[in-house]
């Protein structure tokens, strides 16, 4: 149980073209989501907490015009990068956790490439 | 604030070797903690995780970790590695109550023949 499932695992797009991701929970509902991004050979930082029907919260420096995230659903997240740039190029992941003392569980990622 | 510190970035090791990745941890509050290993253009993988009860807390594939509250530590131990075993691993912190994560830098753990 607990899995957590990120779609497209990879896109290349263009410099100035917006890309959306999406993370759905398969097996639990999930009221709050998180957004991560990590750079090549660096950890994951924490880039914006996503709540089920209201606004997601973003970490201190994460653009929110750019990353846009939706919580539509108590099963879906979206994160769409907008204007899309080269310097947005990453690996992004999100996490979910049914509660309780299950844990986390993250998606297998996103491999955007902007060129 | 909590942070997380993995004071190895870099662990070699031949196979069948113990390995143990380390990991230590600040925070002014009770923390749940976590350990993941990531395959190359993978996302995360759950290894282990310390809720409360008992300190030593076993994994899957073989892996365990030790809570040590005194110290703020949280080591990740495998008595005989394998090829399979190389991957990247993170330690991660959680505030109790909270979802979201601070993670360490990440230990790449390389197990040669």
């Known amino acids: 149980g607990a899995v957590v499932s990120q779609h497209p695992s990879r896109v290349i797009c263009k410099s100035g073209t917006s890309v959306k991701i999406e993370c759905r929970s398969l097996d639990f509902q999930a009221t709050t989501m998180f957004w991560y991004r990590q750079f090549p050979k660096k950890s994951l930082m924490l880039m914006a907490t996503?709540?089920?029907?209201?606004?997601?919260?973003?970490e201190q420096g994460v653009e929110k015009d750019k990353f846009l995230i939706n919580h539509a659903s108590l099963t879906l997240s979206t994160l769409t990068v907008t204007s899309a740039h080269p310097e947005d190029s990453s690996f992004y992941i999100c996490?979910?956790?049914?509660?309780?003392?299950?844990?986390?569980?993250f998606g297998s990622g996103t491999r955007l490439t902007v060129v | 604030a909590q942070s997380v510190t993995q004071l190895d970035s870099q662990v070699p090791v031949f196979e069948e070797a113990p390995v143990e990745l380390r990991c230590n941890y600040s925070?002014?509050?009770?923390?749940?903690l976590f350990w993941y290993v990531q395959y190359p253009n993978q996302g995360l993988q759950l290894l282990l995780k310390y809720l409360s009860g008992s300190t030593l807390v076993k994994g899957i594939n073989g892996f365990e970790a030790e809570f040590n509250k005194s110290q703020t530590s949280f080591h990740l131990r495998k008595p005989s590695v394998h090829i399979s075993d190389t991957a990247e691993y993170f330690c991660a912190v959680n505030l109790k109550g909270a979802g979201k994560s601070t993670f360490g830098d990440g230990t790449t753990l390389t197990v040669k023949p």
């Open positions: 925070s002014s509050v009770s923390v749940y």
């Open positions: 996503s709540n089920e029907g209201s606004k997601a919260t973003y």
């Open positions: 996490s979910a956790t049914p509660g309780g003392d299950y844990g986390y569980t």
